[in-house]
């Protein structure tokens, strides 16, 4: 008798929930970040971020590059190729560490910049989707959505109001 009483309430209550409204949108947080005034701005200060380093990085390399000729040379004595061959193994090193530090740099200043935004984007992107009468929002890029009717995409709505408050915010 349990059993029945059970399945008689979830049916009622799976027939309640067929017949209510419930709509679905996408959200593309890619292309907002692409898109919006702040997210150009990230971009924009990890990709200065990404060139210091690089060039850094670079000028490390002519001098391993430079040792590397040195050490070569038939002009240095014994005791000199020695140290220059010390010093193009210290070099190795050193630009190794640099590109191992530079690389989790680099990751940490991404998160911190991408969950500042995303901070930022929750409010608005349930306010747009309740604006719109979403009950469910996706993160297109995690929720392995292969086909959407554009009509659910909220991604341009969502752009345009982070602009508006970002705009707001800058004014006061």
Do not use: C, W
Not at 15 to 29: H, L, R, T, V, W
Not at 31 to 55: F, H
Not at 146 to 159: C, N, S
């Amino acid at each position: 008798m349990k059993k029945h009483l059970l399945l008689i309430a979830a049916l009622v209550a799976l027939s309640a929930f067929a017949f209510a409204e419930f709509k679905i949108g996408i959200i593309n947080p890619q292309v907002v970040l692409q898109n919006s005034v702040k997210g150009k701005e990230a971009i924009g200060r990890l990709q200065a971020l990404t060139t210091a380093k690089q060039k850094k990085y670079e000028s490390l390399q002519k001098a391993i590059d430079a040792l590397e000729k040195e050490v070569l040379s038939p002009a240095l004595n014994a005791e000199a190729r020695d140290r220059k061959t010390q010093d193009l193994a210290n070099k190795r090193t050193e630009i190794k560490r640099f590109a191992e530090d530079a690389q989790k740099e680099s990751m940490a200043a991404q998160q911190k910049e991408f969950e500042a935004i995303q901070k930022d984007l929750m409010p608005i992107i349930e306010k747009v989707a309740t604006e719109n009468g979403f009950s469910l929002v996706l993160d297109l890029n995690t929720a392995g959505v292969t086909f959407f009717d554009p009509t659910i995409d909220l991604t341009e709505k969502v752009v345009k109001s982070y602009d508006a408050q970002s705009a707001a915010a800058a004014k006061k």
